[in-house]
């Protein structure tokens, strides 16, 4: 069955960086869209960013510039490089995937991770 495990959370202060990882088995991994959603307390999980079967990209306003996704085919890992992160961008991060729509809305995708938590102190 398909399995997405996030790695690479943790506590960092204003201006930090972070690199998340996302482990994915149990399907053709080159072959699906990949996506980072985020969710703070009492707000709707958000698209962070996209990259699709070709690695074409795709980012919120918010993170444009300061993070960076990608993904290794060969190690079935997807990646969320975060520099000079604000509190604003605490929260638990989720990668997703969908074998066909690469769009950062949520209710799109059908496979998910459990998330990993990032803290940013200012």
């Known amino acids: 069955q398909v399995q997405l495990v996030e790695s690479g959370g943790g506590s960092v202060q204003a201006g930090g960086s972070l690199r998340l990882s996302c482990q994915a088995s149990?399907?053709?991994?080159?072959?699906?869209?990949m996506g980072w959603f985020r969710q703070a307390p009492g707000k709707e999980r958000e698209g962070v960013a996209t990259?699709?079967?070709?690695?074409?990209?795709t980012y919120a306003d918010s993170v444009k510039g300061r993070f960076a996704i990608s993904r290794d085919n060969a190690k079935s890992t997807l990646y969320l490089e975060m520099n000079d992160l604000q509190p604003e961008d605490a929260a638990i991060y989720y990668c997703?995937?969908?074998?066909?729509?690469?769009?950062?809305?949520?209710?799109?995708?059908?496979?998910w991770g459990q998330g990993t938590q990032v803290t940013v102190s200012s």
């Open positions: 990259i699709d079967q070709v690695s074409a990209t």
């Open positions: 149990g399907y053709t991994f080159s072959r699906f869209c």
């Open positions: 997703a995937s969908h074998p066909q729509w690469c769009l950062r809305l949520s209710s799109v995708y059908s496979y």
